[in-house]
């Protein structure tokens, strides 16, 4: 049974960094892709950050030069690097892998983790 678990949420200061962690226990088989999204209060979840396997990344517009995703293949484990956060990137932050062959493709999902950020 796969499980993905996320860690590295909590409290932190407008301006300041946090890191989260996604692994992936279990087997996965034909992952495309690896990402992160988010849902804030009151808000649909949406895209923050995806990379696939060939190495492609997409961020969010509203994050774009304030958060890096990368990955580790030997430990099958999704990071954020979040920089600069502010108060509006308070939200909960599910880790998502994508795998199957098109049009096959089934997603994956954390549990989700907490992220608030103070002004």
């Known amino acids: 049974q796969v499980r993905l678990v996320e860690s590295g949420g909590g409290l932190v200061k407008a301006g300041g960094s946090l890191i989260l962690s996604c692994a992936a226990s279990?087997?996965?088989?034909?992952?495309?892709?690896m990402g992160w999204y988010r849902q804030g209060p009151g808000k649909q979840r949406e895209l923050v950050a995806t990379?696939?396997?060939?190495?492609?990344?997409d961020y969010a517009d509203s994050v774009k030069g304030r958060i890096t995703i990368s990955r580790d293949n030997a430990k099958n484990t999704v990071y954020l690097q979040m920089n600069s956060l502010k108060p509006e990137d308070t939200a909960v932050y599910y880790c998502?892998?994508?795998?199957?062959?098109?049009?096959?493709?089934?997603?994956?999902w954390g549990q989700g983790t907490q992220v608030t950020v103070s002004s």
């Open positions: 990379l696939t396997t060939t190495g492609s990344t």
């Open positions: 279990g087997r996965i088989f034909s992952i495309r892709a």
């Open positions: 998502n892998f994508r795998a199957g062959t098109a049009p096959l493709l089934y997603d994956y």
